[in-house]
């Protein structure tokens, strides 16, 4: 079993000197120590040194932190890292908040963790809704924007004159602004309005 320990600071004027101090003395090498110098709202995955730590750590490791927040700006990325690392057979142990998963109280703290990260997601969830339902209240559309239909139908006779001249349908709709799907779907609900598809 190896310590493996993770820095991070948000800017390079920032020092890392002291989670590094924390680090070497609870037994990480410095040569196992990996660092970030990221912000926090990165995704853990996302910054070069968690990357390198995660291609390096092995099954029965264990990656020691200065602080959990070290991991990430949010609960809900702290406990996806530890999840990530948990997942891959590697513990957490962070110094400053006691949390090390070879004691008892330690795992009480990571099942804490995830519950209150689960909570701040349905939170997450439950605002999002209210804000939806509160926009739809107020009249904002959801989804494509309405297209003037003199505009589509302009673009279907532009579109029609091209294939006419001999060009894909994939080269006309390009030169209307569209996709050849887009193309298509136009084509067929005027046929549909015109009566000749149903």
Do not use: C
């Not at 804490?112 to 009249?139: F, P, Q, S």
């Amino acid at each position: 079993m190896r310590l493996l320990g993770y820095t991070r600071v948000s800017t390079a004027a920032q020092e890392a000197q002291l989670q590094l101090d924390a680090l070497l003395s609870v037994g990480v090498q410095k040569r196992d120590v990996f660092a970030d110098v990221t912000s926090g709202s990165r995704a853990a995955a996302e910054r070069p040194g968690m990357k390198k730590l995660l291609e390096y750590a092995e099954a029965g490791d264990t990656v020691v932190v200065w602080r959990v927040d070290r991991l990430g700006r949010s609960l809900i990325d702290v406990l996806n890292t530890v999840n990530l690392l948990r997942g891959r057979g590697v513990e957490l142990r962070s110094i400053s908040d006691g949390i090390d998963p070879a004691t008892t109280t330690g795992r009480l703290m990571l099942n804490m963790l995830a519950t209150l990260a689960e909570y701040e997601r349905e939170l997450i969830a439950e605002r999002v809704n209210a804000g939806i339902a509160a926009a739809k209240a107020n009249g904002t559309r959801f989804g494509r924007p309405l297209v003037d239909p003199a505009v589509i139908a302009g673009k279907l006779v532009i579109a029609k004159q091209e294939r006419e001249k001999g060009r894909t349908a994939e080269e006309a709709a390009r030169l209307v602004g569209w996709s050849r799907a887009t193309l298509y779907r136009h084509q067929q609900a005027a046929a549909r309005a015109r009566g000749l598809v149903r």
